[in-house]
């Protein structure tokens, strides 16, 4: 096995975090490898973004498979093929089973917007502003069984304005996310992140 990091990128939408990560790769900041794209949607804009960039794409229809278990199965067989070893959720809007989580033991990653434990699931800027919240912003943890349960690796924070709209509240949570998720990535492949129950620690550089 090559001693750089092999990444799987699940997507369903715009893959703007997906981007942030090829930009991170491309300007040196992160040694890793984008193996595949796999989007649960024909038409995810993810998609164009890894062609542009050579690397290896795949669409994986939900509605073709007979449930969450054998849709999985089916991920994990692609991903194996890639030669993954860790699995980065970028706007994949669906709920992994046991099935992907066992194949790959502490190395599958997700992005939410929202400061976890606050705000879990769908629409997650939306429910930060109807609660009134003067601080939100974003979440990387790896996934667990539970929806947005997962030990935590890194939080950015966000003001939330008073004039802020679903969209403009978003932007400025992206502009985090671009910055945490290649970062949380680069901790992955250096090695540095080690799960401790709910607590993720972080090893400090070696000198
Ligand atoms: C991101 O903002 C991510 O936090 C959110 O989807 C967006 C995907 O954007 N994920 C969730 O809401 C997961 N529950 P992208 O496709 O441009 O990376």
């Known amino acids: 096995m090559s001693d750089i990091l092999k990444i ?37 804009y993810a998609l164009e973004r ?6 290896a794409t795949h669409v994986l229809d939900h509605r073709s498979h007979a449930g969450r278990e054998a849709y999985d199965a089916a991920l994990v ?12 959720l970028a706007g994949f809007m669906r709920i992994v089973t046991p099935v992907l989580l066992e194949a790959f033991p502490h190395a599958v990653m997700n992005i939410h917007p929202a400061l976890l ?30 929806t947005d349960t997962g030990p935590i ?13 679903e969209d403009s509240l978003s932007a400025r949570i992206q502009v985090e996310e671009h910055r945490i998720y290649p970062e949380a990535v680069r901790l ?14 972080i090893a400090p550089l070696e000198p």
């Open 8 to 44: 799987g990128v699940l997507v369903s939408g715009s893959g703007s975090n997906l981007q942030a990560i090829i930009d991170r790769i491309e300007d040196g900041t992160l040694t890793a490898k984008v193996a595949c794209v796999i989007s649960n949607k024909a038409d995810a």
């Open 50 to 55: 890894a062609k542009r960039h050579g690397i």
């Open 77 to 88: 067989e692609l991903l194996r093929s890639h030669g993954v070893q860790l699995v980065v």
């Open 117 to 146: 434990p606050a705000f879990p699931g769908l629409h997650a800027q939306h429910q930060s502003l109807q609660y009134g919240v003067k601080i939100t912003g974003c979440t990387v943890h790896f996934v667990d069984e539970g």
């Open 153 to 165: 690796i890194i939080q950015a924070a966000v003001p939330v304005m008073e004039d802020d709209t």
């Open 188 to 201: 992955f492949a250096d090695g540095r992140l080690t799960i401790n129950g709910r607590r993720v620690v």
